[in-house]
T-cell receptor, first 110, second 112 residues
Framework: DAGVIQSPRHEVTEMGQEVTLRCKPI?????LFWYRQTMMRGLELLIY????????DSGMPEDRFSAKMPNASFSTLKIQPSEPRDSAVYFC????????FGQGTRLTVV | KQEVTQIPAALSVPEGENLVLNCSFT??????LQWFRQDPGKGLTSLLL?????REQTSGRLNASLDKSSGRSTLYIAASQPGDSATYLC???????????FGKGTLLTVNP
């Protein structure tokens, strides 16, 4: 298996633009997680899904953030409109008992 | 709310030394504990997973222990090498759900 695949690896966008981050989890994993990593706050859980159903989105910072998992092999995290404070590395992870992380998307909002 | 603390925040050791990284958590009702490694600009690599019913796990030069009742885990690295230099992160999952709560990590530097 190629592991958890995220795209794009890097994204630079202007404030106010919509940003969509994509994730392909490892086949057979029931759980999918979206995390955000910053120097100040470390790794924060934004939302996680179990069998494509959102279970806990309490970490989503604002209504500007939304996540979907239309099927077992694909998830998106959307920020609309984006702001400079959203700049961070966004990780997707999948697993059953053990979590496996993608390489992340480095988002810069200017 | 679960909180995870890792001590020290940074550690620098000479090559060949044995070392211990510490992790503590406030809520002992965990499902499992996982140790990760993160290289600069990269994702997280899972090193060891300890289920709540286990006391320790070993993989090569790495040994992780878990004391649920005291809310502590240690990662022991034997005969450290420069290639071990990275940030090591500890994460615990809750008893009623599977979301992982992370510590801030320990930045390890092994000097040749």
């Amino acid at each position: 298996d190629a592991g958890v695949i995220q795209s794009p690896r890097h994204e630079v966008t202007e404030m106010g633009q919509e940003v969509t981050l994509r994730c392909k989890p490892i086949s057979g994993h029931d759980y999918l997680f979206w995390y955000r990593q910053t120097m100040m706050r470390g790794l924060e859980l934004l939302i996680y899904f179990n069998n494509n159903v959102p279970i806990d989105d309490s970490g989503m910072p604002e209504d500007r953030f939304s996540a979907k998992m239309p099927n077992a092999s694909f998830s998106t995290l959307k920020i609309q409109p984006s702001e400079p404070r959203d700049s961070a590395v966004y990780f997707c992870a999948s697993g059953n008992t053990e979590a496996f992380f993608g390489q992340g998307t480095r988002l810069t909002v200017v | 709310k679960q909180e995870v603390t890792q001590i020290p925040a940074a550690l620098s050791v000479p090559e060949g030394e044995n070392l211990v990284l510490n992790c503590s958590f406030t809520d002992s009702a965990i499902y499992n504990l996982q140790w990760f490694r993160q290289d600069p600009g990269k994702g997280l690599t899972s090193l060891l997973l300890i289920q709540s019913s286990q006391r320790e796990q070993t993989s090569g030069r790495l040994n992780a222990s878990l004391d649920k009742s005291s809310g502590r885990s240690t990662l022991y690295i034997a005969a450290s090498q420069p290639g071990d230099s990275a940030t090591y992160l500890c994460a615990v999952s809750g008893g009623s759900n599977y979301k992982l709560t992370f510590g801030k990590g320990t930045l390890l530097t092994v000097n040749p």
